[in-house]
């Protein structure tokens, strides 16, 4: 009969465990290190450069190992823009910074993630990966502020701790595109006809993530 009181124990012990996770609420502090991308026009460049991103997060797992969550990341960066043909009236040589000296800008990323964590909500490290899509506010002195369509992937591990505090590590990748302009091209029927020509940033980071779960 002891045998089976050990065993509804354990049995009971492990739903307990297993059901940590789902409900928890936990608020998210983010710090990274991004790294500087180029991007492509039609007769210039710009360099998106590398710089520290912070922000915070609310999360939440309404499933255990899956969470959903809101967070607000932002980068401050220099953003020169540089032109391939030459600006003889401004005295721009070809492959010269159009922008120099006010090249000051910002990313401000609002997305809603989706993560998945692999193992059991028992273990003390759990590997993840997860995706978000949202928009980045891109903020510049020359052309001011606009909106644009944002979206991430990520992968790293979260390390647990006996406290309501936790930490995980991660990589990811980030991703804004915006309308630049127009190519245009000749229709039989139609003569020129206008398309709108994005431009996209992809840029690589690595982090980490302080976490407080207020359902402990």
């Known amino acids: 009969m002891k045998k089976y009181h ?3 124990a354990v049995f009971f012990f492990s739903l307990t ?3 940590q996770s789902e409900g928890a609420f936990l608020l998210n502090v983010y710090g990274g290190y991004t790294f500087s991308d180029k991007v492509e026009f039609d007769s210039s460049y710009a360099k998106v ?3 520290f991103e912070w922000g915070g997060g609310l999360e939440y797992f309404f499933i255990d190992n899956q969470s959903i969550e809101l967070k607000y990341n932002r980068l401050d960066t220099k953003m020169p823009l540089y032109t391939y043909l030459p600006i003889p009236a401004a005295g721009i040589p070809a492959n010269g910074q159009v922008n120099k000296g006010d090249d000051d800008g910002s990313i401000n990323y609002i997305l809603a993630d989706y993560t998945y964590y692999f193992g059991s909500s ?3 490290a759990m ?3 997860g995706a978000g899509a949202g928009i980045a506010i891109l903020n510049t002195p020359q052309s001011g502020s606009g909106t644009y369509f944002a979206w991430e992937i990520k992968a790293g591990v979260k390390v647990k701790t006996n406290s309501p505090l936790s930490i995980n590590f991660n990589a ?3 991703s804004m595109s915006a309308a630049v302009g127009y190519d245009y091209y000749w229709d039989y029927y139609w003569g020129p006809v206008g398309v709108t020509d994005y431009a996209s ?3 690589f980071g690595l982090g980490a993530v302080l976490s407080y779960d207020f359902s402990k």
């Open 49 to 51: 450069e590398d710089g």
């Open 17 to 19: 465990m297993s059901a």
């Open 172 to 174: 990811y990748l980030q």
């Open 201 to 203: 940033t992809f840029q």
């Open 127 to 129: 590997p993840f990966l």
């Open 122 to 124: 028992a273990s003390k």
């Open 6 to 8: 050990l065993l509804f």
